[in-house]
């Protein structure tokens, strides 16, 4: 499975980005997708994941109410929408495709290459 992550670039705080995760290979409706971020000097930290159905979402308390995530199975491609964005949110955001909706990172088997997201005060 490759994934492809696109979307990230430069926003004020307070606007919004939406990510989008393009899933190809040998894809498999029942992986859980992911997305993660990384800011500089920190670990890597979940941010929200949604199995294929829909059934299970998770999200992390930092993305609450201002992040949402979603998918679009006949193209294979997972979004993330980010709105109210905070310059703590500065990150490179990661999609990971697994098999259970975890915030565990090593719970996925495959991630993307990330996409730099910075939002400016």
């Known amino acids: 499975v490759q994934l492809q992550a696109s979307g990230g670039g430069l926003v004020q705080a307070g606007g919004s980005l939406r990510l989008s995760c393009a899933a190809s290979?040998?894809?498999?409706?029942?992986?859980?997708m992911g997305w993660f971020r990384q800011a500089p000097g920190k670990e890597r930290e979940f941010v929200a994941a949604?199995?294929?159905?829909?059934?299970?979402?998770s999200y992390a308390d930092s993305a609450k109410g201002r992040f949402t995530i979603s998918r679009d199975n006949a193209k294979n491609t997972v979004y993330l929408q980010m709105n109210s964005l905070r310059p703590e949110d500065t990150a490179v955001y990661y999609c990971?495709?697994?098999?259970?909706?975890?915030?565990?990172?090593?719970?996925?088997?495959?991630w993307g290459r990330g996409t730099l997201v910075t939002v400016s005060s």
């Open positions: 990971a495709a697994g098999v259970a909706v975890s915030a565990i990172p090593t719970s996925y088997a495959y």
């Open positions: 949604r199995s294929w159905s829909g059934s299970y979402i």
């Open positions: 290979g040998r894809t498999s409706s029942s992986y859980v």
